[in-house]
Structures are given as C-alpha cells and as structure tokens.
C-alpha cells in the first residue's frame, strides 16, 4: 500500500483562483515529483526536489510553483487557474534502491478542472 | 526522435495468452528501465523493473533488455482481463532523470 497522499483528489474550480495541492508521503524519500497528464496521454513531468529547499523545473513548461519546507511535503500552487490547467495531477516519490534503480511511488491524483 | 517509444496500441489478446509489449529507448547511457501499469482513471502502479541484460521474471510477468538493440520488453503470461490497462515504460538516463513513453494499451478479451 503507497504511503503517499494527495487533497484534494477532484477539484473544480473557477478561472483566476489561487489552488493548492497537496501532496505528503510517509516513507521518508528525499525526492518528490509533480507529473501532469491528460486522459490518454503520457506522463509529462512539471516539477521535482531532490530534498528540503530544493526545486527544479521538469521538463514541461509549467506556470505552478513548489515548495519544498519539509521532507514529507510538497505541494504545487497556481496562483491563478485557468482552463488550459485543467487536467491530472500526480505526484510522486522516489527512493534508490540498493540495485540503484529509482522507483517511483505515485499518489492517487488530483484531477483539477478549471471553468 | 522521443526518448521512450511504445506502440500506442490497443493490443488485444485473448485470455490465457501471451502479452508482448515492447518499448525502444534512445539514450545508450540508459541504466535502469521499468514497467509500470496504469487502470484507466488511476495512477501507475510499478510491475517491475530491469538493469541488466536478460530477463527478469516476476511471477506471470517476465522483463526484457537488450542494450545493444535498445530494446526492453514485458512478456504476461496466462493473460487475465484484469490484466487490460495501460502499460507504461520508463527508462532512467544520465542524471537519474526517468522518462516516460506514451503507454501501451493492453486488452484482454473474454
């Protein structure tokens, strides 16, 4: 069972409200990852923290932030929604293993629609 | 060229079949590649991953890498419809960053 949680799992909302989503784990990983998708289509990754205060941009263009205070936390703001961010949000954390792999554990999403 | 290639599908098989996806990389510095399933609706769940060349068995689920070729594959075994869903490859590159492909949309008919 993931020990990854993600709030809320369905929000919608109108166009130029500030969102949060949260994102906490309990496993104690250094990485977290922030990954964007739309219904069939693949995973684009939008934002990572290798560990507290740390912040990169993924590989998608995204206009959210994230923040990184507290090793189980990271969660993804946009100050001001629109439709074109309506999509699926899901976030991740990873841990090597001692092979060193990288696997990832996901959360259950956060499907955002924004009118 | 994308970094992780997959059939978009749908492949269809039968119950009791074999399944075979297959996934092509691009990166020759590729060190770790994983397979992930994904229920329409849910988020991926890891199958198994693989680092070395050869095969890598997990009950009806059996990896495959060929570095040479670029190559990874998944074989499933006594295929169920519980098996349909999509299945996504991740190969991890230079600076541990894993990349995705598309996913390969597997359905197993009655």
């Known amino acids: 069972e993931a020990d990854i949680y993600q709030t809320p799992r369905y929000l919608v909302i109108g166009t130029g409200k500030k969102i949060t989503l949260e994102c906490s784990q309990t496993m104690g990983h250094d990485k977290m990852y922030w990954y964007q998708q739309d219904p069939g289509m693949e995973l684009h990754l939008i934002h990572y923290?290798?560990?507290?205060?740390?912040?990169e941009k993924g590989d998608l263009s995204s206009e959210s932030t994230v923040s990184r205070i507290r090793t189980e936390h990271f969660p993804l703001t946009l100050e001001s929604a629109r439709p074109s961010h309506t999509s699926q949000y899901l976030c991740?954390?990873?841990?090597?293993?001692?092979?060193?792999?990288?696997?990832?554990?996901f959360g259950a999403g956060s499907r955002l629609t924004v009118l | 060229q994308k970094e992780v290639e997959q059939n978009s599908g749908p492949l269809s098989v039968p119950e009791g079949a074999i399944a075979s996806l297959n996934c092509t990389y691009s990166d020759r510095g590729s060190q770790s590649f994983f397979w992930y399933r994904q229920y329409s609706g849910k988020s991926p769940e890891l199958i198994m991953f693989i680092y070395s060349n050869g095969d890598k068995e997990d009950g009806r689920f059996t990896a495959q890498l060929n570095k040479a070729s670029q190559y990874v594959s998944l074989l499933i075994r006594d295929s169920q419809p519980s098996d349909s869903a999509t299945y996504l490859c991740?190969?991890?590159?230079?600076?541990?960053?894993?990349?995705f492909g598309t996913g390969t949309q597997l359905k197993v008919e009655l």
């Open positions: 991740a954390s990873s841990q090597h293993r001692a092979s060193g792999a990288n696997v990832l554990t």
């Open positions: 923290s290798y560990g507290v205060n740390s912040t």
């Open positions: 991740a190969v991890t590159g230079g600076g541990n960053k894993l990349t």
